[in-house]
Each structure stands twice: as C-alpha cells, then as structure tokens.
C-alpha cells in the first residue's frame, strides 16, 4: 500500500480529491479506484484506442510544453526523450490502423500498450536510449540507404533519355504516315 501511496502522491488531482472530500477518500484508494476503472474500459473495443491514444498523448504533453514555455536551452536527453516517444506513439498509431485485427489476436494488448507508454514516459534515459539504439538508428540507415540508392539525377537523366527517344518514335511515325500516299477509293 506504501507503493500506492507514493505513486498517487505523484498525480495531484488525487491530492486535490482527499483534500475536497476533507480526508474522508484517500487519494491511494481514489487512485486504486481510476485504475481498475482503467483496466476494465480497455476491454471495451471502442473505447480502448481512443483512451490508450489519449493517455500516452497527456503522459508527454507536461514535459513538451515546459520545454516549449521554457526560457533556458533544454537537454539534449529530454528533447530525444520526446521525439522518440512520439515516434513510437506514431508507429504504435500506424500499425493500429493499417492492421485492425491485430487487437483481437493479441490478449490484453490494450493494456500492454497502455503499460508500455506509461514505462517509457518514466524511464526517461534507459529506454528511450535503449529505443533508438535498437530500432531508429536501423530505421534511419535503412532511409538513408533507399535515398542514397535513388540518385534524384540518375532518375532525370533517365525520364530526359526515355522522353527523347518516345518524341523521336512519335516523330518518324508521323513521318511515315505523311509520306504514305493516301489510297483513293
């Protein structure tokens, strides 16, 4: 229950609870409460996308905005703290969409989900390093790799080539058909 406590502690809406209700709610048992209420709306098919969705957006919104609002340089640790969040909140958001039936195969993947964020969203440095090390630096070679391949030039020079040679073909087909005698019927 200490546990509990101290996580509740951080939230202070429970704390504004426990003081309204003059002591009579606590804010571990008003914590206890939203939790299991929570756990139990992600089993419901419409509102568990909508609230894990909304719940990793407002676990970043407080470290954004103070970076936004602040006067002096942020961290460098914090600012790619954020950027992989999101990142992982949009590929996270992607993959839901463009694989819908995914939720239904995988037990309690709204729940992990939901865990998942609230873990990167307090394990700042470990994961968020662990994160980019392992699969956006593979994901950033791999972009770099496909640009790099691609030579914007090479693909001008070829389109310019192909062209010429399709205004040559129409060009001598013209020709031929304007050298041909008509036929008189």
Sequence with gaps: MERVRKISETYPVFKQIEQKSSGQVKAEHVFIGASLI?????????????LTNAVALLLVVGPATSLIVGKSLPEL???????????TFVLFTCVDSVVPFM???IPFYYHGKLLFFYYLSVRKSQFTDYLNTSLYV???DMIKLVNSSASPKDQIKAAQT???EKVKEISETAKDVAAAPEKEE
Excluded: E, N
């Design 103 to 105: 939720h239904r195969k």
């Design 162 to 164: 192909a062209a010429a």
């Design 38 to 50: 929570v756990f139990l709306a992600l089993f419901s098919r419409c509102m568990a996308p909508a």
């Design 77 to 87: 640790g914090t600012v790619k703290h954020i950027i992989s969040y999101m990142l």
């Design 138 to 140: 593979h994901i950033y």
